[in-house]
């Protein structure tokens, strides 16, 4: 019976997705779970170990991790503090990361071994589509890829990278490949950046950063970082330089924790060959940890974690001119 309930379920909720929805694409039979979450706006002014903040199709997203959640502002008027923020989901258990392909969302909701997607309502609610479980273990991080049409959503501790595809003309995702990376099974490894033909993994558990290729996934290149740089979190390319930011270094003190730079991946193999651009971009040494860096719409989104007791969590927005120059276009709040 149970199952004969969740069948018409699945039927119904696809139907009025075909009436709700405008524009040519419709939902498919059995696409997702139809739950709908109501809008709420936050009950806390601060984020707690937020690792991501995007703005994707012209609204601003944080992942708000250690509040099990992800919020969301239509307004380009931030605010001061997260009262008038909306909850996009709050059934998450350490939510990493958001990405979008303009129709639906898909978000790693990392320590379920979980994948999600979603898409918005006319009325703007948010409703979750589908739900895939047993994604390795602990996806952290996940990337739409215009190129090949996929989100790619990489498995932290597994070296696995799942790919996902949605149906031309519905909501509907599958998994179409997953790519193993052998060398990297076992170590802990945060995030990845799709860099033209290749993929760059930033890897703690393997000491630095791992390049293969986009198609291939075969052996690139390897960069091992000093022990001050050990806590590598993500790395990319942003004009001239390639940009690393850091949780702590080798041994996990997040005191030790920054963003530097350098004009080649090669660079971060010694500190003499790369620069420290934490207070560039609007952190504290010691006092916050960046986390993801985001490309959207040409513009880098990273998010700064207060880690001191009354220090509390912000973002950043930059890009670099062409000398080089950091331009820092927001830091909120």
Sequence with gaps: MKKIYKFFTSIIYAMAFAMLIPGTVKAAPGAGSGTV???KTSEYSESAVSTQQVNLNGISFIVDTYHDRILYKDSENLGYNLFSWKVMADD????????????IYLVTDTDNNRVATYT?????????????ENVGIRPHYCVYDAPTA??????SYTGEMYIYKRTSGTYMVTLSAVKSIPALYGLYTRSFTIDGDNILLCSQGA???VV??????????????????????????????????TSSDRFGNMNMAATYRS??????????????????LGGASGLQIPYYITECGGLYYVRLIGQASGYRDKGCVFTED?????????TWP
Excluded at 150 to 155: A, K
Excluded at 219 to 241: E, K, N
Excluded at 265 to 279: Q, R
């Design 37 to 39: 979450f109501s809008l």
């Design 150 to 155: 996929s989100f790619y959503v990489w498995s």
């Design 92 to 103: 998450f258990n350490k939510p990493h990361s958001i990405s979008s392909d303009g129709s």
């Design 120 to 132: 918005r309502l006319p009325s703007g609610e948010f409703i979750e589509l589908q739900s895939f």
């Design 207 to 209: 000491g630095g950063i």
């Design 263 to 280: 004009s080649s991946l090669a660079g971060f193999m010694s500190l003499a060959t790369c620069e420290d651009v934490t207070t560039a």
């Design 322 to 330: 062409a000398l080089g120059n950091i331009l820092i276009l927001s």
């Design 212 to 245: 293969v290729n986009k198609r291939t996934f075969g052996f690139v290149g390897a960069y091992p970082v000093p022990d001050m740089l050990g806590g590598v979190v993500q790395v990319v390319h942003v004009g001239s330089h390639y940009y690393l930011t």
